[in-house]
């Protein structure tokens, strides 16, 4: 997992290498999980080339004990299993059944996620990367793809004039609406860079604030991403969106239409539960929240979806890594009430800010996801849910706060107020950090020790350029 946000970079150089090499006049970019995908956008709008984006396509959900279920169900049968509450046999079941086929993760996960975001973007022709990843039109959607590369190369229509600041909003209104992954937020960050656009961790809570979360899905919800397909696509969201007020309607697409004119043609299935209408939002704010405060002083995210806003102060359980962690979860060591801090696994410290699934799933597992907190400056997975902080910036590695926090301290999340505050006076804080050291680089040489030095806060993206 130190590898994948160190692959986006890679995959981004990598594609821009290819086609300044190759002097493509235009470009086809297969994503396929996660980190492809913005680093795909990334390397798209770096090169300002005529093309798109097109997803592999989401996995479809498996079948156990009379429901579906999703790699998320797997990573938190962990905790289950490890609190005594689920057998060896069932989890080995369960770890059969829970990914049936190719595709990428099934909820809104990060893939699925940055997928709805290439479509409202308009990167991706609305509906293309919405076809899971199993169905027989997904050749179509590919070979449409094909020809429509050809038209925009004639049309010389290149990438910066789609990804502007209001397309961008658009974007994270899409994630906010569908409870999508914090990721997000390291993602649109990282591409609005390379388009030269002015966007701020701030702008999504911004947006966020006045988008309801409308759609039911995964990790948060009951459904997955071929349920969501059959509802209508992203399509439906794009087109609940404009019929909230919210949407920039006059924002280009690959396909020449705007979004607005997209949103107008999209189809809902009848009877569908996938996506709510606006009158009958799961929650009348969307699935972010960004908190500030002593602990965060340039911010972190938090997803909401699933669990209504809310305030929880507790003592902290410090570990300066996430297998710490992970052991302390599994051993009973984890009380209700604690705040967990896991630290120096952010983008330099990591390096390459790991996903705290794991850790996150065990505690849910464990039946502790509403009574316990936690706070980290690595990543979460797209299928993490509960009161989990993640982003913290500055991080431990750079001589951010959460470097200074000792086992014991009160720590306050007040989602209602956007605040992240270790309780202790400005003084004592001020002389904890001075009295800080940064420890030694766990990589010395190679791409982790070049990364560690590169990259950005998270705050700004988590870039190396």
């Not at 970079?9 to 190759?22: F, H, K, M, P, Q």
Request: with cysteine; glycine share 12%; hydrophobic share 40%.
């Amino acid at each position: 997992m130190k590898a994948s946000l160190v692959s986006r970079e890679v995959v981004a150089d990598s594609i821009e290498l290819v086609a300044r090499g190759n002097l493509f006049d235009g470009v086809v970019i297969l994503v396929g999980c996660d980190k492809t995908i913005p680093g795909g956008v990334m390397a798209l709008v770096r090169l300002d080339i005529p093309g798109l984006v097109l997803y592999g396509g989401s996995i479809a959900p498996g079948r156990w004990e009379g429901r579906d279920v999703t790699i998320q169900d797997v990573f938190e049968a962990v905790g289950t299993h490890a609190a005594g509450k689920m057998t060896d046999e069932q989890l080995c079941a369960l770890e059969d059944v829970a990914c049936p086929g190719p595709g990428a993760c099934g909820g809104q996960f990060t893939a699925n996620t940055m997928s709805t975001v290439c479509e409202l973007l308009g990167v991706s022709p609305m509906s293309a990367n919405g076809v899971p990843a199993m169905e027989v039109e997904k050749g179509d959607v590919s070979r449409r793809a094909g020809a429509l590369v050809m038209d925009l190369v004639k049309k010389d229509l290149r990438p910066r004039r789609i990804v502007t600041r209001e397309a961008l909003d658009n974007a994270i209104a899409a994630v906010a609406s569908t409870g999508g992954s914090t990721n997000a937020v390291l993602h649109l960050l990282a591409i609005a860079h390379e388009a030269g656009v002015d966007l701020k961790i701030e702008d999504f809570d911004r947006v966020s604030e006045r988008t309801p979360l409308l759609a039911d899905l995964k990790p948060g919800g009951r459904f997955v991403a071929t349920d969501l397909y059959r509802a209508g696509g992203i399509g439906l969201v794009a087109k609940r969106l404009h019929e909230a007020g919210i949407l920039n309607r006059d924002c280009l697409t690959v396909t020449g239409q705007t979004i607005g004119q997209v949103a107008d043609a999209a189809a809902e299935s009848a009877g569908q539960e996938v996506v709510r209408p606006v009158s009958d939002p799961i929650t009348p704010t969307g699935g972010l929240v960004i908190l500030k405060g002593n602990l965060a002083p340039d911010g972190c995210v938090v997803k909401v979806a699933g669990h209504e806003p809310a305030t929880h102060r507790g003592p902290a359980r410090v570990f300066d890594n996430e297998e710490g962690a992970f052991e302390a979860v599994e051993q009973g060591r984890i009380q209700p009430g604690d705040v967990v801090v896991i630290r120096y696994e952010g983008p330099s410290g990591g390096p390459g800010m790991r996903e705290m699934l794991g850790v996150t799933a065990a505690i849910v597992g464990a039946g502790l996801g509403e009574s316990v907190a936690l706070l980290t400056d690595g990543r979460f997975s797209g299928a993490t849910r509960g009161m989990m902080a993640g982003h913290v910036a500055p991080e431990a590695a750079r001589g951010g706060p959460i470097a200074v926090v000792r086992d014991g301290d009160t720590i306050l999340f007040d989602e209602r107020n956007r605040k992240l505050e270790l309780e202790v006076s400005d003084a004592e804080l001020q002389e904890r950090l001075a009295g800080w050291q940064a420890p030694e680089p766990r990589f010395k040489s190679g791409v982790m020790a070049k990364y560690a030095r590169l990259v950005s806060s998270a705050a700004t993206g988590a870039v190396t350029s």
